[in-house]
């Protein structure tokens, strides 16, 4: 099956066998009657397994060509499951410029717990294994990162982390499977905060995780138990139905995003513009060999360079909401160092390049001409 057939009915068995509903039945149930001790249809306790659950997870499985899905209360909820898959003394290599909330997690909760990351630029995957020793255990990656746009090379971190036998993290948000697919590049486990693209619509909060390997998803999942950060039955089938559109949504986005960068690009009040379907982006060429399309992420910096001209900027949008979070149908802007990246201290942050004049754009499916024309007026 190709992707745009995945995204409909990937993983998903269209045989209900009460009334043949095509959807999923919403499932929203904690438990299940046993006619015996033992004696269930699979189910025994939401928090272990749901239907409604299952088909979204399988579903998620299928368009990340990998074998088994889990998902989770939040993409946080999913990252914090594979850190649990450490213990005191273990080490991760970790991208430097990466999603605020997975710093936090990292430095705030688990190096309390006496995990040991270090965060590097890995734009140039030569650098990585100079902070690999035998302590470490997982390479985590996210790329195109958020909210620079650097793009890590997923099949070099892939050959690093076979020689010495560690895992590989993929964190897919900002590509999505339709673009990106990272365990077919090598990595072992790729995940996703879903209340982004995969969701599409804005309305729910949600991760995932997809694995090929089995003995990866049973210890996983065994995490997922344990621990509980479950999503319900609403919340999957919603995210079921946004990634129904994904690759509609996707093209979309892709093309407002590129008509957005070129506008922004040219025009005289903006600074820097980054995305990385420049062909002057540093790496754009490994854009190219391992994203299908460019996405609809762009960051840029006001020509002033004042947090007030950014600020200025964020508030005279209108199309654009000023939000935080991405990745839905309408168009977010937001302003890093004070909202997504305000949990990062301003000194390691501005090493990133995430300084005071940084806007981040998530440009949604709206019309293009409505979307310049609204950053035409706030840009004044
Ligand atoms: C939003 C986001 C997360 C965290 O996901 P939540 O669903 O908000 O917990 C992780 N990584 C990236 C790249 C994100 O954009």
Redesign the pocket.
Known sequence: MKFNTKAIHGGQDNTDPAYGSVMPPIYQTSTYSQTTPGGHKGYEYSRSANPTRTALEKSIASIENGEYGLAFG????A?DAVMKLFKPGDEIVSTND??G??YRLFTKIFENMGLKFHFIGMQDAADIEKYINENTKLLWV?TPT?PMMNIIDIKACSKIAKKHDILLAV?N??ATPYLQQPLDLGADIV?H????YLGGHSDV???SLVVKDKELSEKLYFIQNASGAVCGPQDSFLVLRGIKTLHLRMQRHCENGEAIAKYLKGHPKVGKVYWPGFEDHPNHEIAKSQMSGFGGMISFTTKEGTLESAVSVVEKLHVFTLAE??GGVESLAGHPASMTHASIPKEEREKTGVVDSLIRLSVGVEDEEDLINDLKKALG
């Open positions: 939040s993409g946080l909820a990252i990466l999603y909330g997975s996210e958020n964190d948000t900002f995940m905060s879903a209340t982004k909060v949600m991760g979070s991405l």
